[in-house]
């Protein structure tokens, strides 16, 4: 198609100055954006029926690699096509994949569906964003011939997802903090089994906030960040959120043979999965509902009810039984507002910037046509507790034999108690070995596992143990600079 190149620029949520923005591969290392904003596309391209009658047959013939290829070539113009194409084949290879479909779908007895999403090598959804980060990362640093070191904090999930993705990458080493003792026993197998010289697993005498304590001071010590070039892999990366984008389209695809619209139901913590059904539904994919499910931390819920989004500290923070879903604030909801408000990066400076940091939360109750602009956007809401989530994993074994794990719960329990009409999905973001005791109280009965697991709690465990101290992380990453 000649003289059709798309030109996509990247501008911060905050940004009111109207300059031209950033092409994807300067904002691919970044993060944040230096206003405090985060990056979006200055629009969503669009998809139209002939594009996605082409895709169909793109997903049936050469996989799920090369529907990635076509959805993030749209979003990516400083990539050479060929080199797109073939990040996205190493990044969704099948033989990576307990199901080499990658994303595959399937019906329970009820009509209800299930987008699997956890078949990648941590067993949760994560991995479907973290493998096309970690390639595009590898490519990125290599044209620019340099390196990285990636310091984060997780309380399970994202952890093992970006160590899965990154090790064996020579250009990136790792530095990942966990709170000591509070990862579920298969989590902390996961991450402590991998045996790789780029990978340094810290064990912090601590909460998972006093993990995130460490990384921020670290991360105010501009002159040791430079030096040791650190970067991180959080959900607010605008790659991770783009790759993400993929699957709602595979899903779609995979179950709407007419066209119709269909509506998803996203087990939801920092927003990031639910952001790209939104992308998604930008783009012009046929979707009805977003259903956004949370569990008792539900902030989220509360702003869709009230038009109040008001954060939480980490003491009103609950530990559930969904724990990858135990925000407090959505680290990605301000692109989501961005849209609401109409790119009006003034007013998402004033809510975020000031508001959010002053007073601790904002109220768009007041806005004209708030509830029009939910509607407009398709977002509906509920949220589960922990009774609940037992309830629907015995349902759904009951009715089905299919185990599924509390995160993907929380999204069925609401998807099935809202009544929303047409083709419901609810997004499985785990496998139920992740979260085995909660399945074992629900059911008394143990959790199979994949075969792929078996016994790595048996094996040598890589992890050092500090204390609530950033000083000694520090040390450890200078320690293996030399
Ligand atoms: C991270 C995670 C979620 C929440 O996803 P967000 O993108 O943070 O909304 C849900 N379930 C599981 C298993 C997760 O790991």
Known sequence: MLGKLPVVRYVSTRDSSGASGRPFCHILLEGLAPDGGLYLPESYPAVDDEALERWRQVLRTD?????????????????PPDDLRAICERAYAPEKFLDPAVAPVSQLSDGLWLLHLSNGPSAAFKDMAMQLLGELFEYELERRDTSITILGATSGDTGSAAEYALMGKPRVRVFMLSPQGRMTPFQQAQMFSI????????????????????????????????RHRIGAVNSINWARLLAQVVYYFAAWLQIADDGRPISFAVPSGNFGNIAAGHVARSMGLPIHRLILATNENNVLDEFFTTGVYRIRGSAETQETSSPSMDISKASNFER????????????????????????????????????????????????STHADRLAQIRRTHEQDGVLIDPHTADAVQVARSMQVCGTVVALETALPVKF???????????????????????????????????????????????
């Open 63 to 79: 996989g799920y690699a090369a529907l990635a290829f076509e959805v993030t070539s749209l979003f990516i113009d400083d990539i």
């Open 195 to 226: 045996d790789d010289r780029s990978i340094t697993n810290i064990a912090v005498a601590g909460v998972f906030d006093d993990c995130q304590d460490i990384v921020k001071e670290i991360n105010a010590d501009a002159e040791f960040k430079t």
């Open 336 to 383: 989501f507002v961005a849209d609401l408000v109409g790119r009006d990066g003034e007013r998402v400076a004033e809510l975020f910037g000031v508001q959010l940091r002053e007073q601790g939360f904002f109220d768009l109750s007041e806005v004209r046509a708030f509830r029009d602009q939910l509607e407009t956007h398709g977002f509906v809401t509920g949220s």
């Open 436 to 482: 085995a005791a909660t399945i074992t109280e629900a059911l008394s009965i143990d959790v199979p596992r994949p075969a792929v697991f078996d016994g790595i709690e048996d094996l040598p465990r890589h992890v050092v143990e500090v204390g609530r101290d950033a000083s000694a992380v520090k040390e450890l990453i200078a320690a293996a600079s030399v």
